[in-house]
């Protein structure tokens, strides 16, 4: 079964650095069979007072891979990057 990373990036502070982290992120995500769904495009609230900033949806073959590719050696670097330069919430949730 599919799983499901998503991520709302709150406040990303600094741009440049981002910028850096995203090809690193990619090429990690691509390594444990990822693909981006969503990649901060146009996020409209439509109910409730929750008010997101930048989603990112990344979909992996199985929650394992998932749960790989976030504690691997491979990612590591990058998401030391976005933990210094950005605040977000992530959560993983299978597929049906």
Do not use: W
């Amino acid at each position: 079964m599919a799983a499901l990373l998503i991520v709302d990036v709150q406040e990303i502070r600094d741009a440049e650095k981002y910028e850096i982290y995203k090809p690193m992120a990619a090429e990690a995500i691509a390594a444990f069979g990822g693909k981006y769904l969503v990649r901060g495009g146009e996020c409209e609230q439509l109910e409730g007072d929750y008010v997101p900033n930048r989603f990112v949806v990344l979909e992996f073959p199985s929650m394992e891979r998932l749960k790989e590719f976030h504690a691997s050696d491979k990612y590591a670097p990058a998401f030391a990057i976005r933990k210094e330069i950005a605040t977000s919430n992530a959560f993983a949730v299978e597929t049906l």
